[in-house]
């Protein structure tokens, strides 16, 4: 099992492009998330999913889409980047009825 | 919504001393879980939690729930290099609108000297 894998591993972006974080899991579970990571402020929750074809948001949402059409995947789309978004982007997942989280190696996105 | 808060922020300590670091919330959880983040990794989960006053071990580390509900203490003993990294405390959310989110503190920062 490759667990999760998050695409790309580094991403520089202008002020205004719009890019797709990928996340993809091969354990079958059905909660997915979404967390940006900023030096001490620990993990946020952008976004999260419970299963495919629901979404549903976190504590810091604007400024990010997510959609959840398969299982496995769970991409996150910047729609206009902004500098305040250049932050570490971590997908993780886990099954229904346990607590523990497997998370993804990060995004390290810079915005310009 | 609910915070959790760790201390303390960081720690500089000597190969072979014992640490410890603690997590408060100004409202319950029924679950406490205790992950480490290497540098450049992802958090890795330690210790999970889930009884008021549960005393739970992983090699040299131990953790408790606390008897209010409202912390949790991790320890670990002996410390090595290789316990470098941040450590982070979290919960899944006990208010109604939020069971299906799990809640990170901002992490304590661990440094061992050789």
């Known amino acids: 099992n490759a667990g999760v894998t998050q695409t790309p591993k580094f991403q520089v972006l202008k002020t205004g492009q719009s890019m797709t974080l990928q996340c993809a899991q091969d354990m079958n579970h059905e909660y997915m998330s979404w967390y940006r990571q900023d030096p001490g402020m620990g993990l946020r929750l952008i976004h999260y999913?419970?299963?495919?074809?629901?979404?549903d948001q976190g504590e810091v949402p604007n400024g990010y889409n997510v959609s959840r059409s398969t299982t496995e995947d769970f991409p996150l789309r910047l729609l206009s980047a902004a500098p305040s978004q250049t932050s570490v982007y971590f997908c993780?997942?886990?099954?229904?009825?346990?607590?523990?989280?497997?998370f993804g190696p990060g995004t390290r996105l810079t915005v310009l | 919504g609910q915070q959790l808060n760790q201390s303390p922020q960081s720690m500089f300590i000597q190969e072979g001393e014992d640490v410890s670091m603690n997590c408060t919330s100004s409202?319950?959880?029924?679950?406490w879980l205790w992950y480490k983040q290497d540098p450049g990794e992802g958090p890795v989960l330690l210790i999970a939690l889930y009884k008021a006053g549960e005393l739970t071990s992983n090699g040299r580390l131990t953790a408790q729930f606390g008897i209010t509900r409202k912390d949790s203490f991790l320890n670990i003993s002996a410390s090595i290099p290789s316990d470098v990294g941040i450590y982070f405390c979290?919960?899944?959310?006990?208010?109604?609108?939020?069971?299906?989110?799990?809640?990170f503190g901002p992490g304590t920062s661990l440094s061992v000297i050789p």
């Open positions: 993780a997942s886990r099954e229904q009825n346990y607590n523990e989280q497997f």
């Open positions: 409202s319950i959880f029924n679950t």
């Open positions: 999913s419970v299963g495919a074809g629901i979404t």
């Open positions: 979290a919960g899944p959310s006990t208010m109604k609108t939020s069971y299906d989110k799990v809640i």
